[in-house]
């Protein structure tokens, strides 16, 4: 195995930001190895803004100056997956690149396209949505006013394809998850749990709580350099939609 390209000298920024990556189980960041391919880059244990910040803030930084060997980088909530050629590069050399990129403090994207995302209340389309204001001490319709309120962030992409983990429900409808799953959710169904949200793309099942359905087309297919409607770093607002509306948006 070997390197692709000779490093240069690290600035001192970089060290100290090595010496970091390397600290302890209990220090972060931290760099962990992932088989013989990629790097794990970890900001935080918990989910927070700061370190989700970090994330899409290193992604971009990678998108704008990829190192020898890079193959692609995955974002999760406090995490960034960074892939890359074993024949090009080496552990040791992509965790120097990644201190470097860090101390730079470079790679702010801003704050991502504003996305919108139409959604329905009507009963059959949300049938959560009572209990989920029972449980939240709320009525409907203050469910729905709390939803709307709400500007989400695109945290990360996960267990189906378009799966879109929206951070940012408000604090008055957050509730855990159901004791149960359902079987069968449509796709295009809004739910929550907790902070999160989420649009589903596939019949599924779920356990979080079903308080509306969307027309919008998450899933792209037609364009094989852009498949899902969001980038990470986007935000979202929703927009209640009439019945009628959802009715002919849902007719092909």
Known sequence: MRDGRRASEPSKASRDVSADLTAGADAFPRCLPVGDRALLVEFSAA??????????????????????????????????????????????????RLAALMALGAGSRGAGRLREVEICYDDDLAPDLAAAAQASGLTPQDVVTAHLSGEYDVAMYGFAPGYAYLAGVPEPIRLPRKQAAIRGVPAGSVVIAGPQCLVTTLAMPTGWWIIGRSPTRILRG?????????????????RRIAREEFDARETP
């Open 222 to 238: 037609e364009d094989a350099d852009r498949p899902f409607l969001f980038d990470v770093g986007d935000r979202v607002r929703f």
């Open 47 to 96: 989910i927070d803004r700061r370190s989700h910040d970090r994330v899409v803030q290193l992604d971009a930084a990678l998108a704008a100056a990829p190192f020898d060997g890079f193959v692609e980088a995955v974002p999760a909530y406090a995490s960034l997956l960074v892939c890359f050629d074993p024949l090009v590069v080496g552990h040791g050399a992509v965790e120097e």
